[in-house]
């Protein structure tokens, strides 16, 4: 227990509350480019002021969104019944935000908002405690003080106190990104096995990979991100939906029967009590925490419920449950930047899943839920418009060491037409993809450029063929968001393809000539090598270079041939790919 333990009791008798409703603690960055910290009812009453909830990480800002997100779903007693009634808030402006009914809203509900209450603190458990009665570090709910990995931290000494502020923060952050593995059990739990509980999962959206749709402020990203009611295809909608802080009784260290538990909608989901919390205080600042787990969530077949991730289907699930479809989250990979997943983040899939999908009788994926509705409204509703441009931004955790660490955080984003969203759209969305598709092959080929130039000097290739991938995909993707910005409803997708085909072509080909250029005298002189047949060929720098400008000309910029270049060029290499240029 900490030494201060006895103390801060009485200390906080002076302090009986934090009211997150009234208190700063909100990071905001306004449209004017000032920062403030607001409380919940300042964000609410200034929404079209602020930019956006920058948090301590990225993935903090998510969990804080879809805090405010459950705020406003429930201040609206489940959100606009309608598209049209949806279309009334955004059509509206500043002034048809629902600010005043929130801020009514959070007062009824402000004993449940405050941080340090003596029964129902937010989002915790008053007497949640340890058999032991042991007061952790904060290390434990901070994300960015790994355990053991001090000297990459930006805490070196870990997170020895924090403000309320800040460990109101972390807590929302805890329950969602919180990584899995074994834990201090609490008192209360049934899971409990000689004073702990093995690892039960990570937290209620670690699995996902974090599609939010964001707009020029903070009022069009929460509008854009709350679906009607009556899309409930997309995103269900209970009676029983509420948040966790309407649950009617306070949570124990107990999780609750999966039935009483739900989630029954948006509101249940997005304050998913994933873990137990009970933050130790002196009455000034936080200094010591209680981290248990709590409700399990499961994420299979999670799609009518969970709109903000794309989904896959799992071949490996189906075939253990003997059923299908079966979908799990798409998570993000965070060595492929955003615009190179975009067939995914539209379609639903990578290109080459499309015949699988024709053999096994389903979609192999599903879109965000969320870009779905997007696509809906841009499609059926001249509110919002088909050229409305809106930021895809891409949130998610990546861990490690059996998901009991926090590896990298991914955090990435593109801006592009809802017009590639909706059914209308299907031409532009194919254009689209067939660009990243072109610009895929056309860095697969700069790859094999230098591969080749080091084999022709006697070189190792595996390093040169990275580092000019890395390049050739740094080349394009500034060249390719402004050129996706274009493909508009009344954009010839013909002509536009053309466009980022000669784009592509030129930029790659400049990048050849400069690898070229700084070929090594060995390159120049090369050697002569055998061949599969038995016979032998000379490789230099020249033959390298004349095998890739043919190969790019012909499968990037001939018009003639359009088909899909061979491999998946849309998703992750293929193993079949040839790695060497041909001889």
Not at 342 to 347: D, F, R
Not at 427 to 439: G, K
Not at 498 to 516: F, Q, Y
Not at 546 to 553: A, P, T
Request: a negative charge.
């Amino acid at each position: 227990m900490s030494p201060d333990a006895q103390e801060p009791v009485r200390e906080a008798e002076a302090v009986p509350s934090f009211d997150l409703t009234t208190q700063p603690w909100l990071p905001a960055l306004l449209r004017n480019g000032t920062e403030a910290n607001l409380s919940l009812t300042e964000v609410f009453e200034r929404a079209d002021d602020i930019r956006r909830i920058p948090g301590d990480l990225p993935t903090q800002e998510f969990a804080l969104v879809r805090l405010l997100l459950a705020v406003l779903y429930d201040a609206l007693e489940g959100g606009p019944p309608t598209r049209d009634a949806w279309a009334e808030l955004w059509e509206a402006g500043p002034e048809g935000f629902p600010a005043e009914q929130v801020v009514a809203y959070l007062s009824e509900h402000r004993e449940r908002f405050d941080l340090l209450h003596r029964e129902r603190p937010f989002f915790q458990v008053a007497d949640l405690r340890t058999a032991k009665d042991e007061v952790f570090c904060l290390d434990r709910i901070v994300a960015d003080v790994p355990n053991n990995d001090r000297f990459l931290s930006m805490r070196a000494h870990g997170a020895q106190r924090l403000s309320f502020a800040e460990a109101a923060r972390w807590v929302v952050h805890a329950h969602a990104w919180d990584v899995s593995g074994i834990k201090t059990g609490a008192v209360g739990d049934p899971r409990l096995k000689a004073g702990k509980v093995y690892p039960q999962g990570v937290g209620s959206v670690g699995m996902l990979g974090g599609v939010l749709a964001e707009g020029d402020t903070l009022r069009e990203t929460l509008l854009m991100n709350l679906i009607p009611r009556e899309d409930d295809d997309l995103l269900r909608h209970d009676d029983e939906d509420q948040p966790v802080w309407r649950r009617p009784q306070p949570l124990g260290a107990a999780p609750l029967p999966e039935p009483e538990a739900g989630p029954y909608g948006p509101r249940g989901l997005y304050t998913w009590p994933a873990r137990r919390v009970r933050l130790h205080h002196d009455g000034r600042e936080a200094y010591g925490v209680v981290l248990a787990y709590g409700d399990p969530l499961p994420y299979r077949d999670m799609h009518g419920c969970e709109p903000m991730t794309g989904w896959r289907r799992s071949a490996q699930q189906e075939k253990k449950l003997r059923t299908s479809p079966v979908y799990l989250p798409r998570t993000h990979d965070p060595a492929r930047a955003a615009w190179r997943g975009l067939a995914s983040l539209i379609t639903g899939y990578p290109p080459e899943a499309a015949q699988r999908a024709a053999d096994r009788g389903a979609a192999p994926g599903l879109t965000p839920r969320v870009l779905e509705w997007l696509g809906r409204m841009a499609e059926e509703s001249a509110v919002l418009g088909q050229d409305h441009l809106l930021r895809v931004r891409l949130l998610g955790c990546v861990y490690g060491t059996q998901q009991s660490v926090v590896a990298d955080v991914v955090d990435d984003s593109l801006s592009l037409s809802v017009a590639l969203l909706s059914q209308r759209g299907s031409r532009l969305r194919d254009t689209a993809v067939r660009a990243v598709q072109l610009a895929e092959t056309a860095v697969w080929l700069l790859g094999n450029l230098a591969a080749g130039l080091a084999e022709a000097a006697g070189a190792e290739q595996a390093t040169p063929r990275a580092e000019a991938r890395d390049r050739g995909f740094g080349e394009l993707e500034g060249a390719f968001l402004p050129w996706l910005a274009t493909l508009k409803s009344g954009a010839d997708d013909q002509e536009q393809l053309e466009s980022w085909r000669r784009t592509a072509h030129d930029r790659v080909r400049a990048l050849g000539s400069e690898l070229v250029e700084s070929a090594g005298e060995a390159a120049w002189e090369g050697r002569v090598l055998p061949t599969a047949k038995g016979g032998t060929y000379w490789l230099n720098a020249a033959s390298v270079e004349r095998g890739f400008r043919s190969e790019l000309r012909k499968r990037v910029l001939a018009p003639e041939d359009d088909g899909p270049p061979p491999g998946p060029a849309g998703d992750a290499p293929s193993p079949s790919r040839p790695e060497e240029p041909a001889p």
